[in-house]
């Protein structure tokens, strides 16, 4: 295996010498810290965040923080039941995917 390390080393002495390794994300930052090995959901997860895309779940979460939020200036009445029950819609749609997520993972 000592030839595998003189080999990778050599190309990453190249890459460098090339400017290949110059102006990386992260450059000149330590490396994120995974204590734990990462799960299957955990690794969905961040490739989902390095892509820039939000799980369905994470975006309805944020709408019904947004929503709760609206709520607190709401007198009682027909506007706030509206609300209220929007809030509850939402939250129902986050269990559904958060449960097929889940489902998903299993299979």
Do not use: C
Not at 40 to 68: H, Q, S, T
């Amino acid at each position: 295996m000592r030839w595998l390390e003189r080999i990778a080393e050599r190309m990453m002495l190249k890459a460098r010498a090339e400017g290949k390794l110059s102006g990386l994300e992260g450059e000149g930052k330590p490396l994120p810290q995974r204590h734990e090995p990462e799960t299957g959901e955990a690794i969905g997860f961040r490739i989902m965040a390095e892509a820039g895309v939000l799980p369905e779940e994470i975006v309805l979460k944020k709408r019904i923080d947004a929503e709760r939020t609206a709520l607190a200036g709401v007198p009682e009445g027909a506007e706030r039941d509206a609300a209220l029950a929007r809030i509850a819609d939402l939250e129902m749609r986050r269990a559904i995917a958060i449960e097929a997520r889940r489902r998903f993972m299993k299979s």
